[in-house]
Every structure is written in C-alpha cells, then in structure tokens.
C-alpha cells in the first residue's frame, strides 16, 4: 500500500475513534438524541466537505450542510442503538430506523425520506465490548464497584481494566474486578484478561498477599482454562523465586488440564531456561514449533518467533555469565584504521579497557567523524558485540552495553570496528601498547589522527577512491554532480585540537 494511503487511512480510523467517543460523551452526559445529532452534525463537517468536493462539486455551503446532516443522523442512530447505559442495566436505548414517511430525526421536519434518508451514508462498526470499554471509561469512580453485578461481559470488564492498568489506576482495576473474582463458579476462559489483569495490579499495589489468594481461588475454577492459568501464573512465580521443583509442579498441573494450550509453550521453554536446560530448552522450541505451525486454525508464527528469541536471548545471557569478571585493569593505546584505504585514516587514542564496548563505539564515532547513522558491530576474536537487540541473525551479538574492554581483548594484539554494513567500513584497531591504568584522568582521550574519514553513505571504499577521483579533475563535467553532492568535504582534513575536545566532552568532569 502507498504510504499516503495509510496515512489517509489512519488519519481516518482517529478521526471516527474521536467521533465515537465524543458522541458516546454526549450521550451519558446529556441522554439527548437531539444534543448527540448537534455535536455529530459539527464532528462530521470535515468528512461532508470532504464527500462533496469528491464528488466534483463545487463545495457550497448548503450542501456541506445537507451531507453533514445526514452523515450525523446515520452516525446518531448507530450510536444511539450502540451505547450501553449505565442507568439502562448497560442497555442501549433504542431507536428503530425511522419510516420513509415519518419526519426525519434530524429535527428538519421534513419527511425522512426526503430528507437524511435520501442519503446514502455507510454505518459505524460499534462492537459491544469496544462500546462497553468506552462507556465504562467515563464512569465516575464511585460506581465502579457496581459494574460487575450489571450483567456487563467479563471479557469487557478484562478490557477496561487492561486500559486503566496502562494508566496506573490499580485502585480501580481492584475496585472493578475484585467483585468479580468473589466466586469463580460462573467464570469461563473469557475471564482470564482479567484475572491476568488484576493479578498484576496486586502486583504493582505490593499486595503478595492478594496476589496468591487469587492464584488460589482460581484453582479452584471449575473452568479448566481459567484453573491452568491459574497453575501457570503459580509456576512463572516460583520460577522468579528460584524455587524450581515447585515451578515445574505446577507447570505440570497447568500441561494436564489444558495440554494444547499455546501459552504452555512460552512457559516452558522460560522455565528451562531459567533452571539452567539450554539442550532442553532448544529441543522443545523445535517440538512447539512443529506442532504450532501444524495448527490448521490459528497462525502462530508470532509465538513461534518469540520462542525462537527467547533461546538467543538465553544464550547471550549464558554467554555474558562465562565472560570473565575481575581483568587486570590498563590503559590501552589504541591505533585505529580503515582498513582498504591509501592514504591512511587513522587515530591514535588512549582508552581505560573498564569502559565498555558501547562506550567505545560513541568514542569511535566521534574520534573519526562519524554520524552514527547506522549499525555497528565489534569483533574481538571468537566474540561478537553489537548494541543490544539490533542483531536478528542466527548467533546474536553481545550487547556492548554490559561487555566492558578488558573483559574479552586479553592478550590479543588487535580487533575490528565494522560499521554500517551497506557501506562496509571496516577498522583495524591494534592495541599498540597496554598501560598502567589511570583512573584519575578522562577514561578516553585522542593523541593524533590524520585525515577526514569519508563520508557518511558514499558507497564504501570504492566509492570513496570515486570521490577522491572527482575532487582531483574537479572541472570534469561528469564530476560535477557528485562534488555538489560532497559540498565542502576535504579528504585531508583533521583537526586534532577540535576532535580531541569532542572526544573528551563524551567525559565531561565536574
Ligand atoms: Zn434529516
């Protein structure tokens, strides 16, 4: 799809969002069909203005009207007939579509169908539960409470609940669901947004307590779904506790009563991973993934992606755990390079091996002349390190951000720096000497340098020789494009002064 056309279509989709919601305001507000016709009447301009200018007319004023008045009448209905009232036992009220011959709701006082009715105008989608969602919304507190004795769907109340929980209003997801957890008999799988929900606002409040005894009232659902949740939730517990045998107990309670349930996949491969079964972890994302893509109802690549992630993030995690914590500390004397270029761009800078990689690379970018436009990546020997959660290759990448220097260069006498991988950059960076540590001075700082690194998105080394080419016949008609292209570049410049302050601002001392 174009991307104006999307826009367009999002631009929509609010416009009706707001429309809804502003007519569902005037409704509880007012329990007016004339008020709600009145502000749909104004809301609904922009879209009549809109249908006749489409329709090749010269927009005149009285015929925006006429649109707007009768897209506002079709809208008021649907909205009339859609919107629960809290004072109607969350009934909608009802108006039936008016007869050709009766006057038209409107309030013109003509027929209706000469009037709105003549006009064919498409009709809102208003789902009940959305409806319910936004009714419930504007509540006054201190009706909450009776919500869930007014016959208002669980799986709504779920909803609502999910939205204030966003809002950080736990005291009101407590006060709408409590209620309905008093007894469980009743309550199917359709309860267990809600369950999930109030059992994190128990969460969020600190209220431990309140949070098992809902565990517990759950177990005792009839519903098997609701009660496996419930074993679930009591498994992921244990498993943030450490206490592993009781995690897998439940979790095993959770597999008899609902054994093709999805949700057990994610469980499982968090549980193993958690105790320390990688092997096992890894051959039961394999038998999810088996039997979730076979699944004739349900697409659940989803699931089977975020399993999949969960392995990789596992065995970054266990990749950090082996690196190795104490180092001796040093100050490195580091040359840097790009590799592929005569004549050379380089860098001397001196660096403390406790910053990390992260860290590194900011210095990196500044010490060249760098946008930091694009993605990065060091290797250090057999490591890979890159900034977290960018890599989507099979073996992701260390994140830079908890690996510091000292802890995997060793003994080694150089590393590379690639950076943007369209273009290709690739730096040598030898340790040219390593030094007492000195933590009373900058953690970085730059000693000498020659030459601009090139620049950003040139198309790599050959297309830097390229440029360098044009600069040299710079009267040549056919350079003349690319030396525009490249303003007031000069490839030998550096001022090691002006980058030497930038690199030790990256250290700013009080
Ligand atoms: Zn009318």
């Given at each position: ?93 009802k ?5 050709r ?42 009706r ?83 009660k ?5 939730r ?8 450490g ?87 040093r ?41 930091d436009?694009h993605?990065?990546e ?73 030459r601009?690194?090139?620049?950003e ?54």
């Amino acid at each position: 799809m174009h991307q104006d056309d999307t826009n367009d279509i999002d631009a929509l989709h609010q416009l009706f969002d707001h429309i809804i919601d502003e007519g569902v305001g005037v409704i509880l507000d007012t329990h007016s069909f004339d008020a709600l016709h009145v502000r749909l009447r104004e809301l609904m301009r922009p879209l009549a203005q809109a249908i006749v200018s489409e329709a090749g007319e010269d927009a005149d004023d009285s015929q925006v009207d006429q649109a707007a008045r009768a897209i506002a009448t079709r809208a008021a209905l649907d909205l009339w007939n859609h919107t629960p009232i809290p004072d109607n036992h969350f009934r909608p009220y009802k108006m039936d579509k008016p007869e050709r011959n009766a006057p038209c709701p409107c309030g013109s006082q003509r027929k209706y169908k000469q009037c709105c009715g003549a006009v064919d105008s498409p009709s809102l989608t208003l789902p009940p539960d959305e409806m319910a969602a936004r009714v419930l919304k504007r509540l006054p507190k201190e009706r909450i409470g009776e919500i869930g004795a007014l016959g208002v769907p669980v799986h709504t109340l779920g909803m609502v609940a999910q939205a204030w929980f966003e809002q950080e209003r736990f005291d009101d997801v407590v006060a709408l669901l409590e209620p309905v957890f008093k007894d469980v008999r009743g309550l199917d799988e359709r309860a267990e947004l809600a369950a999930d929900v109030l059992g994190n606002a128990w969460l969020a409040l600190g209220d431990e307590a309140r949070r098992l005894e809902l565990i517990a009232t759950l177990k005792r659902a009839p519903d098997k779904t609701l009660k496996s949740a419930a074993f679930q939730r009591e498994a992921t517990l244990n498993c943030d506790r450490g206490d592993f045998p009781a995690a897998w107990a439940a979790f095993g309670q959770a597999q008899r009563l609902t054994p093709n349930n999805p949700t057990l996949a994610h469980l499982e491969v968090l549980l193993l991973l958690a105790d320390g079964r990688e092997a096992e972890a890894r051959a039961r994302v394999d038998f999810w993934t088996a039997k979730l893509s076979r699944d004739p109802e349900f697409d659940h690549s989803e699931l089977i992606g975020l399993l999949h992630q969960m392995l990789d993030l596992g065995r970054v995690d266990e990749r950090l755990a082996a690196l190795p914590e104490d180092y001796p500390e040093r100050r490195l004397l580091l040359h840097v390079e790009i590799e592929g270029i005569e004549p050379p761009i380089w860098r001397r800078l001196e660096v403390e091996n406790s910053l990390t990689f992260a860290e590194l690379h900011d210095i990196l970018q500044t010490a060249m002349g760098w946008d930091d436009a694009h993605l990065h990546e060091f290797i250090v020997g057999e490591y890979r390190i890159g900034p977290a959660f960018e890599a989507e290759w099979d073996e992701p990448a260390l994140p830079g951000e908890e690996v510091e220097l000292g802890q995997v260069i060793g003994r080694k006498k150089s590393f590379r720096y690639l950076y943007d991988f369209g273009d290709g950059w690739s730096h040598r960076i030898t340790i040219e000497q390593r030094l007492p540590s000195t933590p009373t001075e900058r953690p970085a700082v730059l000693l000498a340098g020659k030459r601009a690194c090139p620049p950003e998105d040139c198309g790599g080394v050959r297309g830097y020789y390229r440029l360098l080419n044009a600069l040299a016949r710079p009267d040549s008609e056919e350079n003349r494009e690319t030396l525009e292209w490249l303003g007031d570049y000069k490839p030998d410049a550096f001022s090691l002064a002006s980058v030497r302050k930038d690199v030790a601002s990256l250290f700013r001392r009080i």
